[in-house]
């Protein structure tokens, strides 16, 4: 396997501004030092962000804050701003490195690297049909939670939820059942079956305990007549 060549931070800052004076053309800036486009495009964000100082070699990794994390994935996902354009202004060093949030807020696996992350959105009451709706394009979107949450101005966390419910009961997991008794509505899993068949049972007892208690009370009140 071929090894990608070495560049020297000279020759790098030369080719960037080279094609950005438009001295030369973005294919030829890439061809005349072999590298792939996505590196050229890598060295002018770093070049747009930092200057020349910016196409050295680090001496140590950057530190990014959570807030600044937080902003840079929001703006992404909104639509309306540029991957490039969004390195640029929060100083990123790449734009895998902007991804890769994006890909830890949208899996759900690393999301308290953000401030408030979860919580970006208020929860909000919707429909049925809302909610069906919603599940049905995340899945269809690869479960971008992050993305479909801002969509609908909706929370993450409902987001997932919901999207978990769909998955495994259909429409009917997404039925609003708060404040209804249990077993008072179809049983959606054998989970909810089982717990519907608890609550039955303990209501029949309840209901036995009362009438002997009952029953009681009138055997005492025939024998305190007689």
Known sequence: MSRKPKVAAEEKV?????????????????ETVGV?????????????????AGLLTPKRSRYYTKETKHSAVIEL???KTSIQEICIKY????????????????????????????NMTKKRET????RIEIARECINKSNNYGEIALKYQVSYSQVYGWVNK?????EAGLEDRRGRRAGTLP?????????????????????LEMENELLKKVKEWERRRR
């Open 36 to 52: 792939h486009k996505t590196t050229l495009r890598y060295w002018i964000t770093r070049y747009k962000t930092e200057g020349a």
């Open 77 to 79: 996902l909104s639509g």
């Open 166 to 170: 769909y998955r495994a009961m259909g």
């Open 127 to 130: 429909t049925l049909e809302e």
């Open 14 to 30: 030369r080719i960037v501004e080279a094609y950005l004076m438009g001295r030369i053309s973005w294919t030829e800036a890439y």
């Open 187 to 207: 049983s959606r899993t054998p989970e909810e079956e089982l717990r519907d068949r608890v609550a039955q049972l303990e209501r029949e007892k309840l209901d």
């Open 91 to 118: 100083k990123i060093k790449s734009e895998s490195q902007l991804r890769a949030w994006v890909k830890a807020y949208n899996s759900h696996g690393e999301i308290r690297i953000f401030t408030g992350g979860s």
